[in-house]
């Protein structure tokens, strides 16, 4: 059986562990700093495990040695945004927690491949890769997969089409400036553009880009945590069952679509080695620009991290 951790046993992280315990992907160890969380939800969903009939050990624990052997470590460790905030206001706080976490990733679990959810992703993931000292390609944030998912619901509801047939494409980085892109979001394989007016694609992606804050908003002591879970269990499973998909990730580039030494969203092929590729659209100037602008403000912010 393969072996996932997941760091920060709260709404993402817990969500999580129990999808990978679930589908069957792999034994999971759940951790926390806060005494008794992860012991306890562990405990909870190895109890869930013989009415849903899934043979995965449910571990929790606040011993970092025991994520060893780890495939894959997952970390959701940090503060969510509260109503009002931006991502990147958690910059500073959470860079400390994804710091410690990912010494400890470096120490007990050398071998892993690293899926980063804390926010705000982008920074956070070129940190823990720094942290590390993994190579990239072992070093993947999630966003885009979830930034596509609430495209593609926007785009099912306006039509009143199955999800299924939907496959959307959003990149850039996780934030107010993410790049949804029309012209390689599909149903059944024809662009939405052939099937929605101008307008009413604006207006979807608008609320693509600040779909998390619309959660937020309502949820107000929380942020979102089924899909961004649902996402990160995507991405562990195409990992761990080497299904090269290609994904919308967090990835490090060096000189693809003229953006050099950031994290920032691009379709990635994603296998058992973690980044495999990055796939480079032929994207129009436009696109290129909102893309490049967007990765320009992660960079800031690797910058105020650096300071
Ligand atoms: N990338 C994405 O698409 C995406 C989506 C949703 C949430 N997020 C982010 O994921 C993070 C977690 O969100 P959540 O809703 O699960 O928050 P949460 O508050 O429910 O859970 C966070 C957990 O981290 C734990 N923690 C804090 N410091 C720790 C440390 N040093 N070591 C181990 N555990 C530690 C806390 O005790 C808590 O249980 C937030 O930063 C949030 O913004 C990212």
Redesign the pocket.
């Given at each position: 059986m393969k072996k996932v951790s997941v760091?920060?046993?709260?709404?993402?992280?817990a969500t999580t562990a129990l999808l990978v315990a679930e589908r069957e992907l792999a034994d999971v160890v759940l951790?926390?700093?806060?005494e008794g969380?992860s012991q306890g939800k562990g405990l909870d969903m190895a109890e869930a495990a013989p009415i849903d009939r899934f043979d995965a050990e449910v571990k929790g624990t606040s011993d970092y040695s025991e994520i060893g052997g780890s495939d894959i470590v997952v970390v959701?460790?940090?503060?969510?945004?509260k109503p009002g905030m931006s991502?990147l206001d958690?910059l500073q706080q959470?860079a400390a927690?994804v710091g410690?976490?990912s010494g400890n990733i470096a120490r007990y679990a050398p071998a892993s491949i690293v899926v980063m959810?804390?926010?705000p992703?982008d920074v956070m993931t070129y940190h823990a890769w720094k942290i590390t000292g993994f190579p990239h390609n072992r070093v993947i944030g999630?966003?885009g997969v979830?930034d596509s998912a609430r495209f593609a619901t926007f785009v099912s509801f306006e039509l009143g089409i199955s999800v299924e047939d939907i496959s959307a494409m959003v990149l850039g980085g996780?934030g107010d400036e993410m790049v949804p892109l029309p012209r390689y979001t599909t149903v059944s394989g024809i662009p939405i553009t052939e099937l929605l007016a101008a307008g009413t694609i604006d207006r979807l992606i608008e609320r693509t880009r600040k779909g998390g804050s619309e959660i937020v908003g309502l949820l107000k002591t929380?942020?979102?945590?089924y899909a961004?879970a649902a996402?990160a269990t995507q991405m562990v499973e195409t990992i761990l069952k080497d299904k090269r998909r290609i994904l919308p990730c967090s990835a490090y580039l060096k000189g693809e679509y003229g953006i050099d030494d950031v994290y920032i969203g691009v379709p990635v092929k994603l296998g058992i080695n973690g980044v495999e590729e990055i796939v480079e659209l032929k994207l129009t100037q436009s696109e290129l620009t909102l893309l490049q602008n967007s990765a320009k403000v992660y960079k800031e912010g690797i910058a105020s991290l650096q300071q």
């Open positions: 760091i920060g046993a709260g709404n993402v992280g951790v926390d700093i806060v969380m959701t460790a940090g503060l969510p945004r991502r958690l959470n927690i410690e976490v959810v804390t926010n992703v999630q966003a979830l996780h929380a942020s979102a945590f961004p996402a």
